[in-house]
């Protein structure tokens, strides 16, 4: 997953156990080449998004509670916006369906690095604002709790756990690549960033 918040509630609610700390990368802001709401004039997610909204430029948002458009709310929310009107779409598609549909609209669209790499060949979109921290995008995985749901396979859900998170699948999070960049950071305290970071000390 990668909502935090709705992990943390997750958790808390008892449905879930620990979090554990998987692979991050971050959003960016994606736009027509010529970047009618002159986004890369400005210095951070919650004025790029005040200038779309400002502009009326077209926007697409996934509309589909995903952690992708959780995030997007997030920012809408920190800029003092409540988006709607036409220029404001809800798609309730997936990122690939998104970029699609904000390319053939020329339109602006939140999405994950790693998915805008994999697309954006096919794309006429650039990316047009990106590097705030407030953009970082961190994974997580989290074991349904056996407690609340006796039937679920729990020693599944574990091993699964133990292998995404141990230093074998770590480094393949860190060797995937799409044109020689990096799609994914690892994070889990077995990861070989963590592991380089304990040799350095």
Same mark, same amino acid.
Request: with cysteine; proline share 4%; glycine share 8%.
């Given at each position: 997953?990668?909502? +935090?918040?709705a992990?943390?509630?997750?958790v ?6 620990? !979090?554990?700390?998987? &692979?991050a990368?971050?959003?960016?802001i994606?736009? +027509? *080449?010529?970047d ?9 997610? @919650? ?5 779309? #909204?400002?502009?009326r430029?077209?926007?697409?948002? !996934? ?6 458009h *959780? *995030?997007? $709310?997030? $920012?809408?929310q920190?800029?003092?916006? *409540? ?9 309730? #598609?997936? &990122?690939?369906?998104? $970029?699609?549909?904000a390319?053939?609209? =020329?339109?602006?669209?939140? @999405? =994950?690095?790693? @998915?805008?790499?994999?697309?954006k060949?096919k /794309? ?7 590097? =705030?921290?407030?953009?970082?995008? +961190?994974? /997580?995985i ?16 574990? %091993?699964?756990? =133990? ?5 074998d %699948? #770590? !480094? ?13 950071k +690892?994070t ?7 592991? #380089?970071?304990? @040799?350095?000390?």
């Amino acid at each position: 997953m990668h909502a +935090p918040e709705a992990e943390k509630v997750f958790v808390e609610q008892g449905c879930g156990e620990k !979090r554990h700390a998987v &692979m991050a990368n971050d959003f960016v802001i994606v736009g +027509p *080449k010529n970047d009618p709401a002159g986004l890369v004039t400005v210095g951070s997610a @919650t004025e790029s998004l005040k200038l779309i #909204q400002q502009s009326r430029s077209l926007f697409v948002s !996934r509309g589909d509670d995903s952690g992708t458009h *959780k *995030k997007e $709310l997030g $920012l809408w929310q920190s800029a003092g916006i *409540k988006p709607s009107g036409e220029w404001y779409r809800e798609a309730g #598609q997936g &990122m690939g369906k998104v $970029l699609q549909m904000a390319g053939e609209m =020329d339109a602006y669209t939140i @999405t =994950d690095r790693a @998915t805008w790499l994999a697309y954006k060949a096919k /794309s006429p979109l650039r990316i047009v604002y990106e590097g =705030d921290m407030v953009l970082q995008n +961190p994974y /997580s995985i989290i074991a349904v709790t056996a407690n609340k749901y006796p039937d679920i396979n729990h020693g599944g859900a574990s %091993a699964l756990i =133990d292998w995404i998170t141990g230093l074998d %699948a #770590q !480094r393949l999070i860190a060797d995937f690549k799409i044109e020689n960049t990096q799609l994914f950071k +690892p994070t889990a305290k077995k990861s070989v960033n963590n592991q #380089q970071a304990s @040799t350095q000390k």
